[in-house]
């Protein structure tokens, strides 16, 4: 999905080609449906001076180009296939061409199943979608999945491409089953535009100028026709003024600009303007354009702006009309499309980008997901890869955005893995959530420090993971018991006696454990902001979860012990009697077994559960405490 600055990797390099209107499509089709042959046909037939040479791809790190008097496009096609088979991951090919009429932009994205989040990237700039089917099998899955993408990426034009008609041998009634069926679908996702072409990518008829006699019952417009017919500039934001900040610059203590890129709306010097979330208000001063100071810029501009007053400003921030505010919030309702081949589980925490701020982010509340042969709302605990569904979600702190349908570019966001950093999920915002707009946090007189001072110690957070029956229990007990004789005041916080009262309404799938430890962790925080030293004996599995509990303590203040023990020996302990029962089936989700342990990668304190006693253990760890906290 597309949060980068407008200037999305393509820009510049249209910036020469004047003269005719621009417009941007996006073709989707599953694995073999011609998609390669289609376009390369269109690259051919184009015979465009300026661009019919041209091929940009672009990867996470690069982007990718190609031009030459006598490359055929066709090749340059095949070529990024070639890439991608030798595993250079292509995530979104730009090729241009013309008409008479128009100059095009297409982006091109593999039709598998994984690389959809390549399709709802270029979906995100489209004024258009060519939806792709090969007539012999109808519509499939993924061409409802590429449609209703394209619909909540604000796609409203679709052209349906029934490509490989010589296969059914032109045949009117399989052309018209998949017209009227795909037609029906598209009304119930909002697509207000249509335009059906049977064609045939491989022999030509009905794509470029040619015609089909083959046939003769079809008078509509080949698919040059429709693109040329189609409306242009549907992308380009318009409405209120927006510019989200990339920088502030301060070349010198008399200068101080804010950067950025117009993503809506137009300024001009002397305009009032607001900054958010801040609030603050000024008026634009001065407008610095790449050729030199300006008296006004729209949309699509790069500019600095130099404000009368000297406010705060920063990246992330938006500078926008006074007269039209972006909602400013720290939740939201969204629209998400899962990415990642690891489930999106509620209560987990990701990174979020949007135009240019960025924050910590978790979805508190799956409402539901959309089934893609219905289109109904159906109950889910998780989203799968390529599943959409609709949610609500919490940051870390407020940021301003607009609605995904009033703005694309401030309304949109990606969420990413925080160990990976890799796209988790593509999200449209509906609308804020202002549930917490009236709620602050409320300051006491009595603070974390005063109350630690009291109990003569250093609060801190002693989080002990491990397989069931790896010792957590007996070393954190025995650690207890320790610490209470030095004096200090504690709190043993047990995953199984906390399953008794507060996480008793839990199960044991990934989202429910992702639950559990989110509570503990927040009760853990309560308590050390209590001033005490807190001893936390929970399985917790997941690296992300145990990274989302070290964020919620100050610096040092978590020391994550990993109770190292083969899986092996606490089968043989088995002190429950959980692993003889998990070997037969007769106890799902169990961790180690049918469910997934992540090992700390680098947790302050290793602890060797098979060679040494728990009350050795528990030694250790009391000395790394006494060392580290005094």
Not at 90 to 111: K, M, Q, T
Request: net charge negative; with cysteine.
């Amino acid at each position: 999905m597309t949060v980068r600055a407008p200037s999305d990797g393509l820009d510049e390099l249209l910036a020469g080609l004047q003269g005719k209107d621009l417009l941007r499509f996006v073709i989707c089709g599953s694995v073999d449906d011609g998609k390669s042959t289609l376009l390369g046909r269109l690259l051919c037939e184009s015979r465009t001076v300026c661009a019919d040479h041209l091929v940009v791809a672009e990867t996470d790190s690069r982007r990718y180009g190609t031009q030459g008097d006598d490359l055929d496009p066709a090749l340059l096609v095949d070529s990024l296939l070639s890439e991608r088979e030798q595993g250079i991951t292509i995530d979104l090919a730009w090729r241009i061409f013309e008409s008479e009429r128009r100059r095009f932009v297409v982006a091109d994205a593999p039709g598998h199943e994984q690389y959809t989040r390549n399709m709802a990237t270029g979906a995100s700039t489209a004024d258009l979608a060519v939806i792709l089917v090969d007539a012999s099998k109808g519509i499939v899955p993924q061409t409802r999945l590429h449609s209703y993408i394209a619909s909540l990426m604000g796609v409203r034009q679709v052209v349906l491409a029934v490509n490989k008609m010589d296969i059914v041998d032109f045949s009117q009634p399989i052309f018209d089953a998949v017209a009227e069926g795909f037609s029906a679908f598209a009304r119930k996702i909002g697509v207000s535009k249509v335009v059906a072409v049977p064609l045939s990518a491989l022999t030509g008829d009905n794509v470029f100028g040619i015609r089909s006699d083959a046939m003769p019952w079809y008078d509509g417009p080949t698919l040059l026709e429709a693109l040329d017919a189609a409306e242009p500039g549907c992308r380009k934001a318009v409405g209120s003024f927006r510019l989200p900040v990339q920088s502030a610059v301060r070349p010198s203590p008399e200068f101080r600009g804010i950067s950025g890129t117009i993503v809506s709306g137009s300024v001009e010097c002397g305009m009032a303007v607001s900054v958010h979330p801040s609030g603050y208000r000024s008026a634009v001063e001065r407008i610095i354009a790449p050729s030199g100071s300006v008296r006004s810029a729209v949309a699509g501009q790069a500019i600095t702006l130099v404000l009368t007053d000297d406010i705060d400003v920063g990246r992330g921030d938006i500078v926008a009309s006074p007269d039209c505010e972006p909602a400013v919030a720290d939740q939201f309702a969204a629209n998400l499309i899962w990415l990642d081949d690891s489930p999106m589980l509620p209560e987990r925490t990701y990174a979020v980008r949007f135009a240019t701020a960025s924050s910590t982010a978790r979805v508190t509340d799956l409402v539901h997901r959309v089934d893609m042969d219905t289109l109904q709302p159906l109950f889910a605990k998780k989203l799968e890869l390529n599943q959409i569904g609709y949610c609500k979600i919490a940051l870390d702190h407020k940021v301003a955005f607009d609605p995904y349908s009033e703005n694309r570019r401030t309304g949109a966001f990606v969420l990413i893995d925080r160990y990976s950093n890799a796209t988790a999920g593509a999200g449209m915002i509906e609308f804020p959530l202002r549930r917490a707009a009236n709620t602050v946090w409320r300051p006491m007189a009595i603070d974390k420090a005063a109350r630690a001072a009291d109990k003569g110690q250093r609060p801190c957070v002693v989080w002990l993971t491990g397989l069931s029956g790896a010792g957590k229990s007996t070393i954190a007990d025995r650690l207890e018991q320790k610490l209470h004789a030095f004096g200090s005041h504690t709190y043993l916080l047990d995953g199984d006696n906390l399953r008794h009262g507060l996480n008793r309404d839990l199960g044991f799938t990934d989202a429910d454990r992702v639950e559990n430890v989110r509570r503990v962790a927040e009760v853990a925080k309560l308590m050390a902001d209590a001033g005490l030293i807190v001893i936390v004996s929970l399985i917790s599995p997941f690296r992300a979860e145990r990274r989302m509990a070290r964020d919620l303590m100050e610096d040092g203040e978590f020391v994550e012990v990993f109770v190292d023990t083969p899986i092996g020996v606490c089968e043989e302990r088995d002190p429950k009697g959980l692993y003889r029962k998990a070997r037969a089936g007769e106890l799902a989700n169990f961790t180690g077994i049918d469910s997934p342990y992540e090992a700390p990668e680098d947790p302050e304190v290793v602890l060797k559960g098979a060679e040494k006693d728990p009350n050795t253990l528990a030694e250790l760890l009391h000395a790394h405490l006494r060392s580290s906290f005094g």
